[in-house]
Structures are given as C-alpha cells and as structure tokens.
C-alpha cells in the first residue's frame, strides 16, 4: 500500500469519527471516543508523512492516486511529494497534540455536541487540500475545511460577539475561495485542464502569471492572515475552544501557506523579480501591523491572534525573498529563504499552538481572558506557567529556543540581497530586514507583557487567587510542544537537512549539509559568512544560570523571608496598583498609536477636594476595518437594497435580463477563447 493510500485511508477514518460523533453525542463516552480516534489516526498520518519526507524521494517518483468522483472527464487526483508531505507532519503532529489537549480541556467544554462532530471533520478537510492535486479537489477540500472550522467558531453561538465572528469569517472565506477559484481558471486556460500535471508543464504569460499571483495572494492571504485581508482572524480565534483556536493559528494558517508555495513555486513557474517585491512589502507589513495589534490587547487570546498575523508576515517575507533570488538564478540564496519560511512555518505550530493551549489552561482555571483580572498565576499553576514562559520566548526569537533559528535564517536570507541586480530589491530588502528588526523587538515586548501581566505580581481578582492547576492531558500537551520548541532550537540542522528535499524540488538546489558540520553547529551559506550553534548557546545559558544560582544561595544571606513589596510605606496596597496590559503598552501606543491607531488619551482628575475619582480611557481606532471594510459593507448594502427591486419585475422583464446575461457570457467566453 502507498503512502497516499495510507493517508487517505487515515482521512476516511477522520470523516467515519466525524460521523460517528452525531450519534453518540449523549454518550457519556463520546468525548473520549472521538478525541482518541483524531489522536490515533492523526498520528498514523504524522508517521507517514514524516516517513516520506525522511526517505526525500525526488518529485518525478510522487505517488499519484485517481479515484472516480470529482469532475467527470478529469476524477479527483491526490498525490504525495516531499511539500506536502512536510505541511502534512505539521498538520497532523498539531492535530494530534489537540486531541490530546482536548481529552482534559473537552470536560469543560459548555456545548460538546457542537464541537466533537466538526473536529475530525477538519482535520480531515485540511489533510485532503494538502494531498489534493488537481483545482477542483483543492477548492471542494479547501470550502470544506472552511465550513468545518466556521462550524468549530459558531459552537458558542448565542454570544453575540461570536455570531459576528463566524459572520465575518465565512464572508472572508467564501472571498478567498472565489479569488482562488479565479487563479486556478487562469492557470488551466483555455484548455481547461485543471490537473496540478497539467498546470505545471502549461507555458504562461506573463500577464496571466501576474493577476494569478494577486488573486493568489488574495485567496490564501485570507486564509493565512494577511493584512488587509486579516480582519476575521482576532474575532474568530477568541470565539473558538481552545483547542481549535490552536489548530486555526497553528496549523490552518499554514495550510494557506502552502497553497500559496505550492502555485507560486510548482505551478506558475519561473517567476519574475517583481513579484518578490510585491510580497516582501505585504508581508513585513503584516508582521509589524500584526504585532502593534497585539501589544494593544489585554484580551489574551486576541493577542495571540494577532501574534499570529505578525508570524504570517515573518514567514511571507522570507518567501518573497525566496521568490526575488529564484527570479534572479541565485538558487542557494533562494533554497535558503525558503528553508527559513518552512521552518518558521513549523516553529510557529509549535510554539502557537504551545500559547493557545496555555490560554485554555489559564482560561479553564480562572474563567478570564483579560489579562488585567489575572496576575500571580505562576504560584497557583507551576507547570503551566513554565511551558507557557517557554512558548513566550520561542516567539519572541530569543535563543537557544526554536523561534530564533528560523528568524536568524531569514535576517541572513537578507543578507544575500546586496547581490540581487535590480536596485528596487537592492533599496526594498533592507528596508524589509530593518521592518523585520522592529517586529522582533515589538514580539519580545509583547510577550514581556503578556507573561508578566497573566502569571506574575499578585493576583488582581479573587478568581486568579483561586485557580488551580489543569489535568494531565493538557499538561502532557504543553510538555510535549514546549520540549519540540527547545530541540528544535538545540539541533537545528536536523530540520534543515530534513527540509533539504522540499528545496530541491522547489528551487532546484538546497542548503550546505548541516550534519556534517562539528558541534551540531549550523552554516546557512559559508563559515566565512555566518554560523550558530544553539546547543552550545544552550549549555552555556544552563551552565552560567547555575552557576549563579549556586553562588547566590551560597554566598547570600541564607535567611528567607517573604514580605509584600516595596511599596513606600503603605503596606497592604491593592493589587491594582500593579502595571497592567494597557499601561505596560503605554509608551509603544504613544510612539505609534496617532499614526496606525489614532490612539487618544482622555484624564478625567478631579479637583482637590473633589472626592470623585481619577479616570483614565484610551480610545484605539482599527483604521483598516473602519477606513476599508466599512465602506464596502455600506455600498454592499445599498447595492443590496437596490437589487431588491429585481423580485418586482414582470416575466418578460425577467427573460430580457436571462438573454442578456447568456449573450455577455458568450462573448466572455468567445474572448477568451
């Protein structure tokens, strides 16, 4: 049996348990069913795929299977080559870990009935756009997967906020399914041939290749998180379980990651240097937008979110870099932008879905979100606060943890671009690295913020005080995601050498192998140029903690004694006297708030004597939603209420509109032809 066949046969056993869960609902055992069945079947499928990948078999010998349904004349092609073999171990090691999550957090799940029929489903729907290889079976599993996961945001469905959530999700999913639609017509052409096979020998014009590019970025941006097409991902990921706020941000934004990789660099062909010009500027912008938003929040999960538009842009800049360098015939400056794109494709589900699972721990806990009514929580949940901090510093890019490898691979991606003959590349890139700078910086004090306000100082409410720690199954899944977060960062060439295989099919050429080099130490291009090894950074960084913690507890006072804080004489001081979300953002938003945020400050001090008292309010503006989006929701409206005539008119009426349509389409059709 092929590998495409395992994997398929682990997709029909996900959609058996997505089926399986409507009639066992009022089990009492339907819970552990369903979520042990998606752990199962999803780790088979990890296994596969990463078996695959490790065997690295070139792209001309992918296994290709044809079943008899899908379109007619063409049946539904899937087939398994080392891409997609690699987005298939991210989706499945995430979808596994979630399941494994979910069977202590599902206990206090308020609806189950509305959450367990849809979580196989998409796991599920997202295995079958990754393995699809023809248009029509990537759309259906693509509007599929969409449909699952509105469903997973809709289980709370009587909170108004999360009725508008899943609104604004299934309208931007249903536009990225269109844009899709429409790159996919470009690419088969006239011929009409919609096989992946057909579309990568099929020449393009250059005209084509460029509006397919847009509609792709259009299509799988709003998936992945793309600003301006990013408005659905802080309002859906909040409305979610947690659970499923992590496969969304973890693993489904990657999905749309890969189908922009696998058209961009399989399908389109050799592409033209402006187009990694379009895409550096979109994605360093979506990273430091992306991660202003978060510094703003005090909402925990809405700062994750956001978070993740920041890492979505990470990963789109490196491969626009790679898209400028591959233009350009600079395939090793290529192979290594985009080795940094999947690794920090893969950094990101680990340590995403690391944070939102620790959101759902603190959040199962403590019943809060915001993060002004937490604080104090590393005394009450240990080991939750430890793999949390562990999440928090693999995204804030700080070594020997994971994030900072696939960072540093973009900033030396950066470095190549000097070489690049077009002075807009020459001028943009650097431009593009200092933007990248800026949002690392902004994650770090993110982060800072978010750890610091959630689980240390004193708890802000009787609830933070009360809290306990969570069950074993979530625990075992933050464990296990907060020990990939560090190996990855320690023996960083493994990945590398095994993303090698992916590169050459892409690109044609790959990284220096890194295993080969001394000390576990990684050479992105030469040892003249660079290198980093984060097994040492991390015995070092273990070796001199240590160190310090010895001679302080030897060579201090040995006396303990635990006392409130300094607090210039008034002991017993409230709580809210600490820094909360907001004033700890307080100095970024008033740097950056007029321009991005129209942010205003309004101080209401009373006068002396006056007993009222002081009040402080912010006012931010989301300037995207309210200068973009609202327009068009406005002229949709009235376009609306203007059609609305057309169910008043006469048959004939009706029959003059039908021929005048049929008659534009012909000639559409006659054009195009």
């Not at 996900?14 to 869960?21: D, R």
């Not at 847009?214 to 947690?242: F, R």
């Not at 991005?596 to 402080?616: I, S, T, W, Y």
């Not at 068009?632 to 048959?651: D, P, R, S, W």
């Amino acid at each position: 049996m092929t590998s495409v066949s395992v994997l398929l046969l682990c997709v029909a056993a996900l959609l058996g348990t997505a089926a399986l869960a409507v009639p066992l609902i009022r089990s009492t055992r339907s819970m552990q069913v369903v979520y042990c069945a998606s752990l199962v079947f999803s780790a088979i499928a990890f296994v596969t795929a990463l078996a695959y990948l490790v065997e690295g078999l070139p792209s001309a010998e992918a296994p290709v299977l044809v079943l008899p349904f899908g379109l007619p004349w063409l049946g539904s092609h899937f087939r398994l080559d080392t891409l997609s073999a690699f987005f298939l171990m991210v989706v499945n090691l995430g979808g596994a870990l979630s399941a494994l999550y979910a069977l202590g957090y599902g206990r206090h799940e308020h609806a189950p009935h509305r959450v367990l029929p849809f979580f196989p489903a998409f796991l599920a729907g997202m295995d079958l756009v990754i393995l699809a290889d023809d248009a029509f079976t990537f759309l259906i599993s693509w509007e599929f997967m969409s449909l699952a996961s509105w469903a997973l945001v809709m289980a709370h469905h009587r909170d108004a906020d999360n009725r508008k959530a899943g609104f604004v999700y299934i309208v931007m999913a249903s536009f990225g399914t269109l844009a899709l639609l429409l790159a996919f017509g470009l690419l088969a052409g006239s011929a009409g041939d919609y096989s992946f096979a057909a579309m990568r020998v099929s020449a393009h014009t250059p005209f084509v290749a460029g509006l397919a590019l847009v509609l792709l970025l259009l299509g799988t941006g709003s998936k992945a998180g793309l600003v301006p097409l990013h408005v659905w991902l802080p309002l859906a990921h909040p409305a979610a379980p947690s659970h499923v706020s992590a496969l969304m941000s973890g693993v489904m934004t990657k999905v749309a990651v890969y189908g922009f990789v696998r058209v961009v660099f399989d399908l389109l062909g050799m592409p033209s240097w402006w187009s990694g010009i379009v895409v550096l500027i979109i994605g360093s912008g979506t990273a430091v937008l992306g991660i202003l938003q978060a510094l703003m929040e005090s909402d925990l999960k809405r700062l994750l979110a956001y978070s993740t538009i920041e890492n979505i842009g990470v990963i789109f800049v490196s491969l626009g870099l790679a898209l400028a360098f591959k233009a350009n015939g600079m395939e090793l400056a290529a192979a290594l932008a985009l080795t940094a794109a999947l690794f920090h494709v893969l950094n990101h589900s680990f340590f995403k879905s690391l944070l939102f699972f620790g959101a759902g721990a603190v959040l199962t806990a403590t019943g809060e979100r915001n993060m002004d009514k937490l604080g104090g929580l590393i005394h009450r949940m240990p080991v939750t606060s430890v793999v949390f901090l562990v999440g928090c510093v693999a995204i804030s890019a700080l070594p020997p943890f994971n994030g900072f490898v696939s960072e540093w691979l973009a900033f030396q991606a950066i470095l190549q671009s000097p070489a690049v003959p077009q002075w807009g590349l020459k001028i943009l890139v650097p431009a593009v690295g200092g933007m990248l700078a800026l949002s690392a910086a902004l994650a770090a004090a993110c982060f800072v913020k978010a750890y610091g306000v959630t689980f240390l100082g004193r708890p802000r409410t009787a609830v933070a005080e009360r809290a306990v720690e969570v069950d074993r199954f979530s625990l075992a899944a933050m464990s296990v995601l907060a020990a990939l977060c560090l190996l990855a960062g320690i023996l960083p060439g493994i990945v590398i050498d095994g993303l090698a295989p992916i590169t050459l099919s892409m690109i044609g050429e790959r990284m220096p192998v890194q295993s080969d080099i001394p000390w576990l130490s990684i050479v992105p291009v030469a040892e003249s140029r660079s290198s980093y090894n984060g097994l040492l950074v991390f015995l070092f960084t273990l070796f001199s903690a240590s160190l310090t913690a010895y001679f302080i507890h030897r060579f201090a006072s040995r006396g303990l004694r635990r006392a409130p804080a300094w607090d210039c004489g008034f002991p017993q001081t409230s709580p809210a006297t600490q820094y909360t979300a907001s004033s700890f953002a307080q100095p970024v938003r008033r740097v950056f708030g007029t321009l991005v945020f129209r942010a205003r400050e309004e101080v209401d001090m009373p006068a002396p004597g006056d007993l009222r008292p002081a009040r402080f309010a912010v006012k931010t503006h989301d300037l995207i939603w309210e200068e973009l989006y609202l327009p068009i929701i406005g002229a949709v409206g009235f376009v609306a209420e203007k059609l609305n005539h057309l169910q008043f008119l006469t048959i004939r009426r009706y029959l003059s509109l039908v021929f005048l349509a049929l008659v534009f389409l012909l000639l559409v059709l006659a054009l195009w032809s």
